[in-house]
């Protein structure tokens, strides 16, 4: 996890201690964003969630909804 940054590894740890049943779908979820959006941005929303203490998946969806701008497809 070293190459996404000390926020993911704190982050991660984090989620795992609290969430010891059902981290994976977290986790999985999270995947799926760096997949879709980048390391940079998921870093981001993993600094943002560290700082405001909120170890969920959710937390990090509503940051990068107000981050994300998506252009308006032209037909």
């Not at 609290?18 to 940079?40: C, N």
């Amino acid at each position: 996890m070293g190459a996404y940054g000390e926020a993911a590894t704190r982050y991660l740890t984090e989620l795992v201690h609290r969430r010891p049943r059902g981290w994976w779908v977290d986790v999985d979820r999270l995947h799926e964003i760096l997949q879709s959006h980048g390391a940079q941005i998921l870093r981001e929303a993993l600094e943002e969630g560290l700082q405001a203490e909120r170890f969920d998946v959710r937390f990090v969806e509503e940051k990068l909804q107000g981050k994300l701008n998506f252009s308006e497809v032209q037909g």
